[in-house]
Every structure is written in C-alpha cells, then in structure tokens.
C-alpha cells in the first residue's frame, strides 16, 4: 500500500482535527456544543442502526455484542453505539482525532478507541467482533484499493454471519482529482464485485449513484459453521 498517501491521510486528518474537529467530523455546523454533537451522533444511530436491528443484531442481544467503529472520529457516533452495544471499539487514522475521542469518552467504560494506518485493522485477530460499522469515512479515501483493503480485513474480524453495514460515494470520481476530503466513487457494480473479491455477500444496497451509498456486506458462514457463537 501507498506509505506516502497514507501518511497524508493521517497528517490532512490530524490537520483537520487541530483547527476544528467536531466540524470536520459534522460540517452541519461550526461550532458544536458538548449536548448538540453527540445527540447528532443518537440522531444517526437511531437512522441507520435501531431502524435496522434485525439485520444488525442476526439475534444477539446487543448487550452481549462487542461493534467496531472504522472511523470514529471525535467519538460523536461512538458514544451512541456504546449506549447500545456491549462493547465498542472504534479505529482513526489521525491520532488528534483519536485523543479527542478518548478524552470526550472517557466516561464510557465499554470503549476502546485505536489509532491504525489507515488501511488496515491489524490491531485485531480474527473473528473478534459481531457488527461491524463506518459512515462519512469511506467518502473521504482517495484510492479504492484502500477502501478495498479495509472491507477485506473486516471480513476477517468479523465473526461468520456478521454484518459490516458501511458507506461509500456512490457519485463518479473519473472527472474529478480525489483527494482526502472529497474520495473516490464507487458504482453499483463496483461494490458488488468487491463484495464477491472479499467473500461477503452483499444482501442489500440503498441510494447508489449518491453521496451516500449504503451497503450491507454479511459474513456467510461456511457450509457447515454456525453462525452465532
């Protein structure tokens, strides 16, 4: 993988994080208060996570769950999955990011916030996690084969029936130059040969062709393995 962008991924964010954070995070507003960025953070859970727990949970308690968050930001999103799930543990290239969140999380026991490279989750072993999550992340990578990487190694950490729910930008990036806030797009097509390349199923999509692609990618099981432990 390119050591060179990934270094400007992790110094853009750090960047970022440094002048304004919960803004690049959230660019709804400037300037957020402790109350407003993290109910923005519920408001998301509830929309795209408590709207869709049969898919998320497979019937776990979600009390019994440990969820891994790619791209946690300043914690906004994680601290409304830990009210949820039993254990949360989020990753972000940018360690300014990642101190921010462990400072505003600091009273969530159930969390574990890791900086990573930005490529993969070497910091796991296999099979470790029940649900897998990542919004307004992926939008922002500028190679594919990054993007691609990530969703191979969350195959890998999930465990067999999971379900990674994540999304990409789904308008062309051909006429454009991608970069670490405006990244690349993928068409319909794209992510269903990815989820063939990295042994998901992809069960449903929403919203293709927009900003805001959704993909669901389960884990299925191998012929013969459970699917819940």
Known sequence: MDSELLERMRRDWDERARENARYW???GQADWSDQEFYASGETHVGEEILTDMINVCGGRDPAAMRVLEIGCGAGRVTRALARLFGRVDGVDVSGEMIER?????????????????GVDLALFGDEEFD????SIVFQHIPRKAVIENYVRETWRVLRPGALFKFQVQGCPSEDRHPDTWLG???SEAEMRQMAARTRFEMRYCHDAGTQY???WFFKVPAEGEAAQR
Do not use: I
């Open 184 to 186: 690349v797009g993928f």
């Open 131 to 134: 649900f897998a999550f990542s």
């Open 101 to 117: 969140a462990r400072q505003a999380l600091s009273d969530c026991p159930n969390v574990r916030v890791h900086q990573n490279n």
């Open 213 to 215: 692609f959704w993909l």
């Open 25 to 27: 995070v959230a660019t």
